[in-house]
């Protein structure tokens, strides 16, 4: 690094010092503290961004977000050159980023960085990083920022996206580096593009069971719910009715963590819609669940992330098997798609069952879209779905360019063939949904298609399986961090002693489940209870919350 560089870097991160006693950690999804201890952490994560770009020699992205967290909450990530997550194996250097005390010592790493990686910064070409943000008050001077951060890299572009939703962010990086036409007015065109083309090849079946044309939306009062509201009139036969669109505090209430978690109506929501078929999105629209409200009440009938996976699955298995014909991909000419889904130990018991019954290979990974993305894409077509409403379908390079061949095979032999138009439909599921990262609002228009492609109404896609009860609470403990778990976040290996506590426990309950693990967004330690009763899973995740605190010191939130 010339003296120039350096001597810019030294400048620009003396206007940044770190809060005193602050400890930053890249946690589940990046960084994540109160907004106003992220100025520092922020500008950082721009430098880490440019550096990435560079070494990359590609577009990276950085979205300023906390997502489901409270709105005093922010947060930043950032989007690899592929639109995922940052590569893994950069976290470690982005917490020693995040926390070095002093320019000088935020400079020595980069040196020592920079040089461990053989990333050559003169002569490379001008880098970009795209900027993003939710609609928290905070994330404008956190924006400023990050650009301060990307732009002393000398040649680096910072281009700021707007007010966006992280999704929308990871598609525009991912299109940018396919050399793609990568704007927010593209991403709609594509998304509805293709939700209109599986529409157009619903098979015509018995009028009489259409499926309602009114879906009510909670946006969270966050960034989804206005871009929704915008694109109401693009959407066809969908009447799109959306509620909590910036009106209200964000996340406070509503959204699809609350709609989850408490398993009841967010606020605007009540008895005068009972039976509606209504979704959840979150603040910055990257998780989506379904819910319809129970006659005479405000409680909730909770259609999860598991139960999108699950229709997913179904719809998808059923599309490669109409492609592959009556041989089942033995046939001459057939490619024999791997399908696998992804799921974590908050996945209902009864959807892993369910999808087992499938004939699916169902496989596990810690929290984290990161784990998941990555188990996902080791298949053809990989569905990854956390029961909170995040994921997204992916389909591998291999078997689009088969299925385009295949397609115009079937264009000149056998048009309006059904496998014709199977092919079809699942060219369209690749460019509906988003195939960077989980995406609310391609995942709710993926269900809306499904469900009128099916004529099922809410109720009947809540029947697939019956959720086993279940029941989440918060431990806010002295060091959240002193819980280490292994096999997927099931079991706990420190502090010692407690897995055992928590076995004993579960022993006492028919079907039941139980493990508990560190939050990667809030300072809190989480717990999961399954059980054949709700009583049971209530009772269940209360006696391990006492665990928690007797283990890891009190402090429940
Ligand atoms: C983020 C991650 C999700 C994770 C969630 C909760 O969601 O992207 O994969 O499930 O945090 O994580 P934890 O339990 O570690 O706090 P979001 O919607 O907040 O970005």
């Not at 791997?338 to 087992?356: I, P, R």
């Not at 055992?500 to 717990?527: H, L, M, N, Q, W």
Request: charged share 20%; hydrophobic share 40%.
């Amino acid at each position: 690094m010339n003296q120039e560089q350096q001597s810019a870097l030294l400048r620009s991160a003396s206007r940044f010092p770190i809060p005193t006693g602050a400890k930053f950690s890249y946690g589940t999804s990046g960084f994540r503290a109160d907004a106003s201890l992220l100025e520092s952490t922020v500008f950082r994560v721009g430098i880490l961004a440019a550096l990435r770009s560079i070494q990359t020699r590609s577009v990276i992205g950085l979205m300023i977000t906390a997502s489901h967290n409270q709105v005093s909450d922010n947060g930043v990530k950032l989007a690899d050159p592929s639109g995922g997550m940052l590569t893994q194996s950069w976290e470690p250097f982005a917490d020693a980023l995040a926390n070095a005390l002093h320019p000088h010592s935020l400079l020595q790493l980069l040196v020592d960085f920079i040089k461990k990686e053989n990333i050559v910064l003169e002569g490379a070409p001008v880098s970009e990083v795209l900027l993003g943000r939710d609609t928290r008050p905070s994330g404008e001077t956190l924006l400023e920022a990050a650009k301060q951060g990307i732009t002393s890299f000398m040649g680096t572009t910072a281009s700021n996206m707007g007010i966006v939703t992280t999704p929308q962010l990871h598609w525009m990086v991912r299109a940018k580096n396919k050399g793609i036409e990568a704007t927010e007015l593209n991403y709609y065109d594509q998304m509805l593009t293709s939700f209109r083309c599986l529409l157009d090849y619903i098979p015509q079946r018995d009028s009489t069971q259409n499926v309602s044309d009114k879906l009510v939306v909670d946006g969270a009062d966050g960034v989804g719910g206005e871009k929704l509201e915008n694109l109401k009139t693009r959407l066809g036969y969908l009447t799109v009715d959306v509620r909590n669109c910036g009106g209200g505090v964000l996340n406070e209430g509503v959204g699809a963590d609350y709609v989850q978690k408490e398993k009841m109506a967010p606020r605007n929501f009540g008895p005068a819609d009972a039976g509606m078929r209504c979704a959840s999105l979150d603040g910055d629209a990257d998780r989506l669940v379904y819910f319809y409200v129970i006659s005479n009440s405000n409680k909730i009938d909770l259609v999860d992330g598991d139960k999108i996976l699950s229709l997913f699955a179904l719809f998808l298995k059923e599309q490669l098997c109409i492609l592959n014909g009556p041989n089942d991909g033995k046939a001459c000419n057939s490619y024999k798609a791997s399908l696998g889904v992804v799921q974590t130990a908050y996945a209902n018991g009864a959807s892993t069952d369910y999808l087992k019954q499938m004939g699916l290979e169902v496989v596990m990974t810690p929290t984290g879209v990161k784990y998941l993305h990555e188990k996902a894409a080791e298949y053809d077509i990989g569905i990854y779905f956390e029961a909170n409403g995040h994921g997204t379908v992916l389909f591998s390079d291999a078997f689009l360019s088969w299925l385009e061949i295949k397609n115009q095979e079937l264009t000149s032999t056998s048009q309006d063939s059904d496998q014709h138009k199977a092919a079809l439909r699942l060219l369209a599921v690749s460019r509906l949904i988003n195939q960077a990262v989980g995406d609310a609002l391609s995942g709710l228009f993926l269900v809306e298609a499904i469900l009128k492609h099916m004529r099922w109404s809410i109720h009947k896609w809540n029947e697939l399986y019956q959720d086993l009860p279940s029941r989440q609470l918060k431990v806010k403990v002295v060091d959240r961090t002193a819980v280490i778990t292994e096999k997927a976040e099931t079991k706990v290996v420190s502090p010692a002693g407690i897995q055992e506590a928590i076995d004993a426990e579960t022993d006492k309950y028919p079907k039941g489940r139980c493990f508990i693990r560190p939050s990667g967004t809030e300072d809190v330690v989480r717990v999961y209870a399954e059980a054949s009763s709700q009583e049971g899973a209530d009772h269940l995740a209360n006696s391990v919350v006492r665990l928690v605190e007797q283990y890891l010191g009190f402090g429940r939130s």
